[in-house]
């Protein structure tokens, strides 16, 4: 069984920043690609940034430039460091982990973005 908890969500007004961690634990032997999507009342889940087990980062149209990826591989840990975020990046921030042939999810973080 592997967890995944996520934390940072909360609201911030537009222009603000905020980060997201996503820890995984139980059983891992070795963590692929990492990656943070999102879901905004009425859309579809889409991905926001991925990072592979090299550290290469993808990141969505929507979010270049303003968002960074990373990872800490000894703590099983991705980041989501967010800077300028604007009202149509409020959403339900989801971390996914790549361990075999297995995708596991987190819960999900609200981040809201609203004067």
């Known amino acids: 069984q592997v967890q995944l908890v996520e934390s940072g969500g909360g609201l911030v007004q537009p222009g603000g920043s905020l980060r997201l961690s996503c820890t995984a634990s139980?059983?891992?032997?070795?963590?692929?690609?990492m990656g943070w999507y999102r879901q905004a009342p009425g859309k579809q889940r889409e991905l926001v940034a991925r990072?592979?087990?090299?550290?290469?980062?993808y990141y969505a149209d929507p979010v270049k430039g303003r968002f960074t990826i990373s990872r800490e591989n000894a703590k099983n840990t991705v980041y989501l460091q967010m800077n300028s975020l604007k009202p149509d990046d409020t959403a339900v921030y989801y971390c996914?982990?790549?361990?075999?042939?297995?995708?596991?999810w987190g819960q999900g973080t609200q981040v809201t973005v609203s004067s």
């Open positions: 996914t982990v790549a361990i075999g042939l297995q995708d596991y």
């Open positions: 139980g059983s891992i032997f070795s963590i692929n690609t």
């Open positions: 990072i592979s087990s090299g550290g290469s980062p």
